[in-house]
């Protein structure tokens, strides 16, 4: 049960409702964590931003794989909520079923290139507590991405790692569309609706 119960879109404040509709793009759906932070428009509005901002395509890391990474990053913190809409997410820009179902076991994966897997194994290691980024781990990244794509990927991180705290904490509710997306793709790694009911 969520701990605040999300804004209807009808509720929101005019200039927050239309912002907020961003996420109909890469989602379908206005998600119920913004429809709750829509409570305080300020912190929707600037989570808006930060999303779109973190989100966008400005280098080499591309839509499709920065859910993937979001997908990682919220798979270590077990963060439901944020696997089913990452999941969805990548998904709807395109990734391969093969990609979905084997990102959380990525490194045996033949579905993702060598950059990728640094890329992956460095949001692992950067959701984990205590932090598990090493030396080797950030040599690895920093031998097939740029600094301004290890910035974008280290964004994607950050922006998980507030959204896994922010699902899990509030008990926000999973909407229709990630729900499907996540049991169509997430059944290797036990993934259930748990409290996001």
Known sequence: MAVVEPLGEDEMEPRLRAEVQFFKGPLGVVPNSVRTMAHR?????????????????????????????????????????CQAHTILGAERFG??????????????????????????????????????????????????????????????????????RWNDSMGSALEDLPVAAAEAHLGATGWSVGKHR
Not at 50 to 56: C, D, G, K
Request: net charge negative; charged share 20%; with cysteine.
């Open 41 to 81: 428009p300020e912190i929707a509005r600037a989570f808006t931003a930060l999303n779109v901002a973190v989100m966008t395509c400005h280098g080499a890391v591309s839509p499709e794989f920065k859910r993937l990474l979001g997908y990682v990053t919220s798979f270590v913190s077990g963060c439901r909520y």
């Open 95 to 164: 990734a391969a079923p093969e990609r979905l179902e084997s990102v959380w076991d990525f490194e045996d994966s033949p579905h993702f290139t060598q950059a990728e897997k640094a890329a992956l194994a460095f949001a692992h290691a950067a959701a984990e507590v205590p932090n598990g980024v090493t030396p080797e781990i950030a040599a690895r990244l920093r031998a097939h991405w740029s600094d301004g794509d290890i910035v974008e990927i280290m964004g994607v991180v950050a922006l998980f790692g507030y959204l896994n």
